[in-house]
């Protein structure tokens, strides 16, 4: 379990097949305090470390699944070698939550479709996909590349975020750019009432 708020942004090393495709992270995290068996959400996917280093500096490899990649902004061939992603470790008990819960299980992939500054902050205007689009409203909170936010406005499918500068520096967000694709994780709140009001 996750909160979206992101404490590192890690850098693709290396990528290959190995029946699941695995890839190798570097990170500023301290290799040493985290464990194999670990969870770690790289741009919103929960993802298990399955071996460590620190030379020529820290990294983890993680296995990713085909279906992983198949619900994912990761794609079919993997993240491209150089590629910078947001990266959270696990919630342990006692840690602030500051973002909302996540579970790093990405619910779908939206489409960045406009990019507007505002001041010194950026609005962005994403398209989800439409099965999930009733679970969107404004003021609620989304994760998207792992980042918990909270929705400006939404008009059909169409929804904005404004990503204030300090979010812009500490994540990847001060690099995004129309067209990108992105992993979509809506508020389980959300999903639960949707639930509800169909059964209830």
């Known amino acids: 379990?996750?909160?979206?708020?992101?404490?590192?942004?890690?850098?693709?090393?290396?990528?290959?097949?190995?029946?699941?495709?695995?890839?190798?992270?570097?990170?500023?995290?301290?290799?040493?305090?985290?464990?194999?068996?670990?969870?770690?959400?790289?741009?919103?996917?929960?993802?298990?470390?399955?071996?460590?280093?620190?030379?020529?500096?820290?990294?983890?490899?993680v296995e990713i699944s085909a279906e992983t990649l198949s619900k994912t902004n990761i794609g079919r061939n993997g993240w491209p070698v150089g590629k910078r992603i947001n990266l959270e470790r696990a919630l342990r008990v006692g840690d602030e939550l500051g973002g909302h819960i996540v579970s790093g299980h990405v619910d779908g992939v939206a489409e960045v479709v406009r990019v507007a500054p505002e001041g010194g902050s950026v609005r962005v205007t994403f398209r989800a996909p439409e099965a999930l689009a009733r679970f969107i409203a404004p003021k609620g909170s989304v994760a998207l590349n792992g980042t918990s936010l909270t929705v400006n406005e939404v008009e059909g499918a169409e929804f904005g975020v404004n990503f204030i500068p300090h979010t812009q520096s500490v994540t990847t967000w001060g690099e995004v750019a129309v067209g990108d694709r992105v992993n979509l994780e809506v508020d389980t709140m959300a999903r639960y009432v949707a639930r509800l009001r169909a059964y209830g």
């Not at 942004?9 to 990170?27: C, F």
């Not at 500023?28 to 500096?57: F, H, M, N, Q």
């Open 1 to 61: 379990m996750f909160t979206g708020i992101v404490t590192d942004v890690g850098r693709i090393v290396e990528t290959k097949v190995t029946g699941d495709l695995r890839a190798r992270i570097a990170t500023r995290y301290d290799v040493a305090g985290i464990d194999i068996g670990a969870s770690i959400a790289c741009d919103g996917v929960c993802l298990t470390v399955v071996a460590l280093g620190s030379e020529p500096e820290g990294w983890f490899d």
